[in-house]
Each structure stands twice: as structure tokens, then as C-alpha cells.
């Protein structure tokens, strides 16, 4: 039976764990980002440690539960952190008209006079 303290503690962490990330400047998301995806990489560790422990068949598909759920975690993350960083990435300048070309200009095209 749930007691009243893991109830509060897990009522606390999910205010505490809103307030936090909703006031997160958009600027550091991406670094942010990273850090969860170093973090999941840690829970793909532990999952498949769980599922190389050979226990029983419940912890096998525990194991195998957790290892497809944490693979899945770290490539969307390291997708979404891709994406995110192509936002930040300026567009190439358009190269430059080479020394002693001519340029031509508005209102004098063809080199005939009349």
C-alpha cells in the first residue's frame, strides 16, 4: 500500500520537476539535452546489465523491456538534439563575383548607344 510520504515526495517531485523545466531559457535546451541523453545512456547500461543477469524469465523480459525502451530514448534524443543544432546553423554566404568580372548594372545592359 502506498503510504502518504511516497505520495507526497512524489507529488513534490513532479511540481519541482515542472517548475524547473518550464523555466528553462531556450538557449540551453540543447546543451540540456545532452546531458538527458548521457543520462539514458547510464539506464542502457543498468537495463542491460539487468538483462545479461540470467535470474529468471521475468527479469529476462524486464531486461529486454528496458533495453528497447532506453535504446529508443537515446536515438529520438540524439535526434531531436541534431535537429535543434541545424536550427543554429547559418546559411552559406553566396560566393563572391571573382576579381575583373563584370557586374552588371540596373539600366546598363547591352553596350550599343542610340
Known amino acids: 500500500m502506498i503510504s502518504i510520504i511516497e505520495l507526497y515526495v512524489f507529488?513534490?517531485?513532479a511540481f519541482v520537476?515542472?517548475?524547473?523545466?518550464?523555466?528553462v531559457p531556450p538557449l540551453l535546451h540543447t546543451p540540456l539535452m545532452s546531458a538527458t541523453n548521457a543520462i539514458s545512456g547510464i539506464s542502457l547500461v543498468g537495463s542491460l546489465v539487468l538483462a545479461g543477469a540470467n535470474r529468471d524469465s521475468v527479469s529476462n523480459w524486464l531486461g529486454f523491456i528496458a533495453v528497447?525502451?532506453?535504446s529508443i530514448n537515446v536515438v529520438g534524443g540524439f535526434l531531436i538534439t541534431d535537429r535543434m543544432l541545424k536550427m543554429f546553423r547559418r546559411e552559406p554566404r553566396?560566393?563572391?563575383a571573382a576579381?575583373?568580372?563584370k557586374v552588371e548594372k540596373a539600366g546598363q545592359r547591352g553596350g550599343g548607344s542610340r
Not at 17 to 23: D, K, L, N, S, Y
Open 11 to 13: 507529488v513534490l517531485a
Open 94 to 96: 553566396p560566393e563572391l
Open 99 to 101: 576579381p575583373g568580372a
Open 17 to 23: 520537476g515542472f517548475q524547473v523545466i518550464t523555466r
Open 68 to 70: 528497447t525502451a532506453a
